[in-house]
């Protein structure tokens, strides 16, 4: 599947196109930078530590989008709503992992997705689908006796909170307890800000350091806690979890996806 790796020069990006190398099926066809990026011109291979690819860095994604199949995205929400314009013109896989998505920019995936198949979550890991599963069945299990908490840390430099995860987490909960977490999400607490109301879903956002992630979900009810967590120790999963789905994505008909149906935790 030749796939193009959008922000090939970032950390994630350069993972990706590390990945795309190692993954039997996959093949890197284009990467795409910022114009006035530095790493304009060059191989993103090298960039990636993994050798020369022929394949450079450009700043201008139709033609390349024209000659792929698929595109991995985990930029910024303003950058993923104009390629899933563009790769919904291209009718090729668009994975989204760019996380602080907001309605509008949602809006924009749903509107590509009647053109091409759009995969998109919070996390693309296994173990965090399988935590976000869980935690769905949990939540419908327990009454609103248990109160739920998500708490997550990521490195000093992550720029939104909550994280993609986090969110994608409190969404599974919600939709476990029949709620919209919209309008039962409590995401800041400082001086007196009363009782804990019943049913809301409580968020709590920790950093510092170099921490990749780490989310847990607290259930906590008279005299007993259920904490589910997921700790994340390398990147590389992420990208791992992109690759694979677009590769399951190659050949579907046009619609919005998440991991979920790429990993088949629907039952859950």
């Not at 509008?104 to 296994?126: C, F, P, T, W, Y």
Request: a negative charge; one cysteine or more.
């Amino acid at each position: 599947m030749r796939l193009v790796v959008v922000g090939a020069a970032g950390r994630m990006g350069r993972m990706l196109v590390k990945t795309i190398h190692e993954t039997p099926g996959a093949v890197l066809c284009g990467a795409i930078e910022h114009a006035g990026s530095i790493a304009l011109g060059q191989d993103a291979g090298l960039l990636a530590g993994i050798g020369e690819t022929g394949v450079r860095i450009v700043d201008d994604p139709l033609p390349v989008f024209a000659q792929a199949e698929g595109v991995l995205d985990f930029t910024s929400p303003a950058a993923t709503s104009g390629f899933a314009e563009l790769a919904a013109q291209a009718r090729i896989v668009h994975v989204v992992g760019t996380t602080g998505l907001d309605a509008s920019d949602m809006g924009r995936l749903e509107a590509a997705a009647r053109h091409a198949v759009v995969i998109q979550s919070g996390n693309m890991s296994l173990g965090v689908n399988l935590l976000a599963a869980l935690t769905r069945k949990v939540a419908r299990t327990l009454g609103e006796e248990f109160d739920i908490e998500i708490v997550e840390m990521h490195h000093r430099a992550k720029v939104d909170a909550p994280s993609g995860t986090a969110l994608l987490l409190g969404e599974a909960a919600a939709s476990g307890r029949g709620i919209s977490l919209a309008e039962r999400s409590d995401r800041g607490r400082d001086g007196q800000t009363g009782a804990r109301r019943a049913g809301d879903i409580g968020f709590a956002a920790l950093r510092g350091g170099t921490v990749v992630g780490e989310h847990s979900v607290v259930f906590a009810g008279p005299h007993e806690r259920l904490v589910l967590t997921h700790l994340a120790e390398d990147r590389s999963l992420f990208s791992r979890g992109a690759v694979r789905a677009a590769l399951w994505g190659k050949g579907r008909k046009p619609g919005l996806y998440g991991m979920d149906d790429v990993l088949g935790l629907g039952d859950i």
